[in-house]
């Protein structure tokens, strides 16, 4: 942030008086401009023993794998969010969204909102941001290419809470990755 | 939004190709600016069986009662946010948080979550932004008097789940208000 979306004047890094910490503030009209975690929103999409993965048409992690997720918009709740994402990635119909996991990933001021959803039929398709759309057993995920560590994590949760049978919403954070690599 | 925050020519909103609805478009640098719903946190401070409320010292609602809560910042999670908003409005330390309800108030581009937690003491004060913070039974909360329906439908969840011996995790929505006297 260079210039004040209010006025359009410079901004400078400063203490706002009565706050703790810098925010980039107007020199023209004061305006404090603070800056906020965005959330994501998506589902894991369910048919019968199976899921919906989808492969990143788009970077980052071009040709990776992941499951459907997104910028939540404004007017909408988290739970239309993950439905829309899902149907703009895939093609598919969601329904019974029910929350599941909650991520937080304090190093890129994202929050992840993963949702268990089944698909209203078996329908889904390559789309702009997928370049394959698959349904997909347990036993054939490409763990080693997975785009994202939150969605390894939530996949993980997922077949986890499936073998034991329930699935307790869960608060989490993913830190920084030491190891790219890993 | 007026101007550009990266180079500070005037926006414009229109619909960014391949994209589905408005957003506002540097006629400059071409940069898009979206918004994006921003997250409050908020905690249930508990001590025995009674609850730590605070009554507003600014605006809006001014003079009226709530939890602790503000906008979560960049940097920290979602549970260490709620903690630091309790310190920062009431005084007081918790621990033992849990994520508890989760509220969309897609009117106002707000999402709330509230975490259910202990006090380490029994100490709070004061602060800049509450005149007043009292720890109070369930029989003497003024119910007329709370600040924000997210608040009132919060506590109301909390004493009734209580009454129950569970408190599950919840995503509700809250509506407008139809009448502001509700």
Redo the contacts between chains.
Sequence with gaps: ???????????ALQVPS?DD?PRHVCESCGMI???????VVGCIPQWEQRILLCRRNIEPQRGLWTLPAG?????????EGAARETHEETGACVTDLS?YL?F?I?HI?Q?YMMFRARLSRPEWNPT?ESSEVVLIDESRIPWNDIAFPVIKETLKFFFDDRRKGSFP?R?R?IHRRMNPAE
Tied chains: 1, 2.
């Design positions: 942030m260079n210039y004040c979306s209010h006025c359009g004047a410079p901004v009565g910490r401009h603070y800056r906020n975690p965005i959330i910028y939540l918009e404004t007017g909408e709740t988290t739970m929350a909650h937080d304090v001021h929050i702009e919403f608060l954070r």
